[in-house]
């Protein structure tokens, strides 16, 4: 899964189809909504990709999860 570490700008949340945040601490956490500069909420679905990563970690570091 390629993934990348970057700064995004708000014109470009409008594309996203899936998104996640990690650390050491919580692991791989979904990110389901962002609110938009007009108060509106961008709903996300939890993707395939997210759930792929979910399962790495918690296969090869079962107390991560």
Same mark, same amino acid.
């Given at each position: %899964?390629?993934?990348? %570490?970057? =700064? %995004? &700008? =708000?014109?470009?949340?409008?594309?996203?189809? &899936? /998104?996640?945040?990690? $650390?050491?601490?919580?692991?791989?956490?979904?990110? #389901? @909504?962002?609110?938009?500069? $007009?108060? +509106? /909420?961008? +709903?996300? #679905?939890? @993707?395939?990709? +997210?759930? !792929?990563?979910?399962? !790495?970690? *918690? *296969?090869?570091?079962?107390? !991560?999860?």
């Amino acid at each position: %899964i390629a993934c990348t %570490i970057d =700064r %995004i &700008e =708000r014109a470009q949340l409008q594309q996203v189809r &899936e /998104m996640f945040s990690c $650390n050491s601490v919580r692991g791989i956490v979904p990110i #389901t @909504g962002i609110i938009s500069q $007009n108060s +509106t /909420m961008q +709903t996300l #679905t939890i @993707g395939n990709n +997210t759930h !792929a990563l979910q399962n !790495a970690l *918690h *296969h090869y570091f079962p107390s !991560a999860s």
